[in-house]
């Protein structure tokens, strides 16, 4: 009897999902390259060390905090200034279909105007397709522009009406990464980055 008990344990530990294979997967997720909100200078050997470490967390849990969702210490949360290069990493489930990096194009857009940035393709887990690239502060920078009502709720988690100073503070520039199979859309990407600067 005991042995049939742990023979159907055994069992059912063996068929629960890994939890790398249940995360939300279609995300977008924004972070200071080697974590440094300033230019940093540092080895390729560094570089890459610090990449595959993120990409691996991200490949077993998914997209935590990051520059979209986190408090960066400015007015409202937002990011405060920030000087950096941005590394971007999405995270999406192609409804099952098998992961070919050639079946697969990605359109990046900055306030809706396409950029021509390098993609990287990270090897998938179970479930999520991964890629990532770099937005340079020298571009990211050019996209800044006013806050508008529009961008509200990407950036506030509080009401507006309980916002200090008011939700007009700051910069931001909106990020779309829409996502082709085969030339077909498929998933599209969207998040607001938010900033402020001064002494």
Same mark, same amino acid.
């Given at each position: 009897? /005991?042995?049939?008990?742990?023979?159907? $344990?055994?069992?059912?530990?063996? &068929?629960?999902? +890994?939890?790398?294979?249940?995360?939300?997967? %279609?995300? $977008?997720? #924004?972070?200071?390259? /080697?974590?440094?909100?300033?230019?940093?200078?540092?080895?390729? /050997?560094?570089?890459?060390?610090?990449?595959?470490?993120? &990409?691996?967390?991200?490949?077993?849990?998914?997209?935590?905090?990051? $520059?979209?969702? /986190?408090?960066?210490?400015?007015?409202?949360?937002?990011?405060? %200034?920030?000087?950096?290069? +941005?590394? =971007? =990493? #999405?995270?999406?489930?192609?409804?099952?279909?098998?992961?070919?990096?050639?079946?697969?194009?990605?359109? &990046?857009? +900055?306030?809706?105007?396409?950029?021509?940035?390098?993609?990287?393709?990270?090897?998938?887990?179970?479930?999520?397709?991964?890629?990532?690239?770099?937005?340079?502060? &020298?571009?990211?920078?050019?996209?800044?522009?006013?806050?508008? @009502?529009?961008?509200?709720?990407? *950036?506030?988690?509080?009401?507006?009406?309980? $916002?200090? @100073?008011? @939700?007009?503070?700051?910069?931001?520039?909106?990020?779309?990464? %829409?996502?082709?199979?085969?030339?077909?859309?498929? *998933?599209?990407?969207?998040?607001?980055?938010?900033? #402020?600067?001064?002494?």
């Amino acid at each position: 009897m /005991q042995t049939r008990s742990l023979l159907a $344990l055994i069992l059912f530990i063996s &068929i629960i999902p +890994l939890r790398s294979s249940v995360f939300a997967a %279609n995300d $977008l997720g #924004a972070y200071y390259v /080697q974590d440094s909100k300033y230019d940093v200078c540092s080895t390729k /050997q560094e570089y890459e060390k610090w990449e595959n470490d993120l &990409i691996a967390k991200i490949r077993q849990s998914g997209i935590k905090e990051n $520059l979209f969702t /986190q408090d960066g210490g400015g007015p409202n949360g937002a990011q405060w %200034n920030p000087q950096g290069n +941005l590394f =971007i =990493i #999405a995270t999406f489930d192609d409804k099952g279909a098998s992961f070919e990096a050639k079946a697969y194009s990605v359109k &990046i857009l +900055l306030n809706d105007i396409e950029q021509k940035e390098k993609i990287s393709w990270h090897s998938s887990n179970n479930k999520n397709h991964i890629f990532s690239f770099v937005l340079s502060r &020298i571009t990211w920078e050019k996209y800044l522009r006013k806050i508008k @009502p529009q961008d509200y709720p990407f *950036i506030y988690s509080r009401p507006i009406n309980e $916002l200090y @100073p008011g @939700p007009e503070v700051g910069e931001v520039f909106d990020l779309k990464v %829409n996502i082709y199979r085969q030339g077909k859309s498929t *998933i599209k990407l969207h998040k607001v980055f938010f900033a #402020a600067f001064g002494e």
